[in-house]
T-cell receptor, first 110, second 114 residues
Framework: QKEVEQNSGPLSVPEGAIASLNCTYS??????FFWYRQYSGKSPELIMS????GDKEDGRFTAQLNKASQYVSLLIRDSQPSDSATYLC??????????FGKGTKLSVKP | NAGVTQTPKFQVLKTGQSMTLQCAQD?????MYWYRQDPGMGLRLIYY???????DKGEVPNGYNVSRLNKREFSLRLESAAPSQTSVYFC?????????????FGNGTRLTVT
């Protein structure tokens, strides 16, 4: 069974700090990786996608991918209370299935 | 532009009752999906439709049926609801397939089976 693992949290950071969210996956041939944000009671929304090793930046968000170590991370700089949500890591496995992690709950304290 | 629209938003069923969850997208996407989300279990794929006229089982298809009525609409049917089907159900669509094509989710249906 291919898996995507995330620390469930909650991860608590003060406003203005960097939040670091991590995700590991078991399928070595996975090629596509996504981060979704889900506010409480709402649906998931895509915030980042990454396909190559290294960093990808989009505003305050940076996704990092290391295929050799099989992990992908999401950094949120200058965290705001509005960033408080559950962040879902999703990976496309070698068989073409999109597998979601269970999510990490982030709380940004004012 | 409404995106992905799901109805109803909330539903309470008694064990053994049947119902159909409706989903429609107005983005001209080819692929549509049904997920369920349970506490501690994450999002799990029930069924998907890679294109109009095709449907395939996902990770947890038992107790469900689907219909891809046309390119816009993809419905999920519970023939005989069970308490284990209490969950939040999300419909999603993507322009192409899973690869390089992000999912757009509807607002969800919160289903309780008593």
């Amino acid at each position: 069974q291919k898996e995507v693992e995330q620390n469930s949290g909650p991860l608590s950071v003060p406003e203005g700090a960097i939040a670091s969210l991590n995700c590991t996956y078991s399928d070595r041939v996975s090629q596509s990786f996504f981060w979704y944000r889900q506010y409480s009671g709402k649906s998931p929304e895509l915030i980042m996608s990454i396909y190559s090793n290294g960093d990808k930046e989009d505003g305050r968000f940076t996704a990092q991918l290391n295929k050799a170590s099989q992990y992908v991370s999401l950094l949120i700089r200058d965290s705001q209370p509005s960033d408080s949500a559950t962040y879902l890591c999703a990976v496309i496995s070698g068989q073409g299935n999109l597998i979601f992690g269970k999510g990490t709950k982030l709380s940004v304290k004012p | 532009n409404a995106g992905v629209t799901q109805t109803p938003k909330f539903q309470v069923l008694k064990t053994g009752q049947s119902m159909t969850l409706q989903c429609a997208q107005d983005m001209n996407h080819n692929s549509m999906y049904w997920y369920r989300q349970d506490p501690g279990m994450g999002l799990r794929l029930i069924y998907y439709s890679a294109s109009e006229g095709t449907t395939d089982k996902g990770e947890v298809p038992n107790g469900y049926n689907v219909s891809r009525l046309n390119k816009r609409e993809f419905s999920l049917r519970l023939e005989s609801a069970a308490p284990s089907q209490t969950s939040v159900y999300f419909c999603a669509s993507s322009e192409l397939g899973f690869y390089n094509s992000p999912l757009h989710f509807g607002n969800g249906t919160r289903l309780t089976v008593t």
